[in-house]
RNA sequence: GGCCCCAUCGUCUAGUGGUUUAGGACACCGCCCUCUCACGGCGGCGGCAGGGGUUCGAAUCCCCUUGGGGCUACCA
């Protein structure tokens, strides 16, 4: 069987975290058999969907690198990929059902059916619809239509039918139709509800398997009865486990930053996201820092945990320090240069911007102390800018007793140099505490504070080398 | 309220009846490296939710309880 699987995001905001985690695990399933990846759009929810968040939902899924074969933006076979285009379709599906007897139309108000559902909830009964349009007479249908009321369409599932379907991860299900109410499939305005769009969708573009969180599971029965009224095969099921915050609650805004856009803009690197959400709720046969190619080669959806998992910023910020460790430092330097320059250390004209080397030099040392890009800016500052030197620690530093001796003979050292290399300048610094009589800290920490005005950050040897003979003197001639 | 799903260190998890003194990763703590903070290396702390069964033997199988989550919408 062909593989198909879809990625079916509602415009209705940022690419949510969660959403991208079930779109990953279908890629992966996708692309190891070889498969086709379909990106939809469910916006049939008109009140909420928007275009802007369509585009970047497309553009945050390029980014992490989840592309896909057909759909939103490079079209298809099985199109339109939006469901407000596909009105046609549902329109059709419908008369199916209605032909078939499967719906009836519901004059009910949304009103009328708030209230029965408080009612029932108040009295401790079940909420469920309690079906008395699909006894409406015709000349009681032909009053409601006279008085102008539009019907909804439901779809009737027999109180004594039983609705089974496998999930792939979880086995057999089997659901006692009482349980389930008689629920609306097209609403008065003739969009249809998602129940119905979903399958009408899946059917139409021939989706073989469909993996999403389990948070849809109940629904399943109900997608179920369509398929088997419009008289369709059904597809592979697997229900994965939904990610939840800190307080074990549904991944919402509450937890803090939860859409692909914000962990974009905090500077996380795209394969560091992905590599951790592949960690979140399965477990590679080996190894847990792995690229795009050995996440496909190793997963296995049948080893996808079906219990819920917490999304914890600490392993990703971890995560995502190990890919910038291991990340080409030109590569690094393009990165990290919007952030630069937000911060105000770049120039505008790029003309005077230090040279690209140069720069890869800076970010070959520090992003050892990064986590994210976005953590970049204060590190970077003694090397594109002054130093400030506010802060009371490093003034005390400048101000010691020996302070003046150490620069002193730190410039001297490095006079007439047009330029030293790291090694070089290691050797040159490890000289000074001897010549001076003096503890290595008490030459160093000095040192430091007055070339980049911070107590921490990469080798002095590195720093002096990368800063250059002239300026390092400079800096610390302003202390003599 | 009804139905459904889930349950191993704080977190992500390995584990599918004996090979387990329950393994790994993050976080945390300590040590080493060192001019500092990191990075890196080494070590430590820490868990089978509870109760019944089944079995010679249970983290692993069954039941109950508890806890968490979801659905029950003219949201998706």
Redesign the pocket.
Known sequence: MKVRVRF?P?PTGLLHIGNVHTALFNWLFARQRGGVVVLRA?D??TE?SEAAFEEGICEDLRWLGLDWDEGLEVGGEYGPYRQSQRQQLYEEALEKLKAGGYVYP?Y???EE?EAQ?KADLAQ??????SGRCRKLSSQQRAAFEAQGRKP?WRFHIPQDQTITFTDLL?GE?S?PGK?I?D??VV???GVP???FAVVVDDLKMEISHIIRA??????TPRQVAIYQALGAPLPQFAHV??L?GPD???LSKRHGAVSVAQYRAQGYLPEALMNYLA???W?PKEG?ILSRAELIAQFDLS?V??????F?Q??LR?LS??YL?GADDTRLVALAIPYLSEAGLLPEDKAAWPPKEWLARMMGLLK??ILSLGELPPWAKPFLAEPSYEDQKIAKLLSGENAVRVFTEFSAALEGKAQISPEDAAELLHQLPGELALG??KV??PL?AALTGQ???????EIVSLLGPALCRARVQKFI
């Open positions: 079916a509602s469910e049939t929810d909420r519901c009910c108000s949304v059916l559902r401790g009964k079940p909420p469920r619809y909804s979880r299900f659901f349980e109410g629920f609306v609403r008065p305005s509800t998602y129940n389990d948070e849809h599971l109940s629904n486990a939904m939840l074990r609650q549904k960690l979140l709720g477990t847990e080893k945990a079906t219990s819920p998992a917490i914890d600490e392993k971890w320090g190990q460790r050892h102390n290595a800290g160093f920490r430091r107590g921490r950050g990469p080798e002095l040897g």
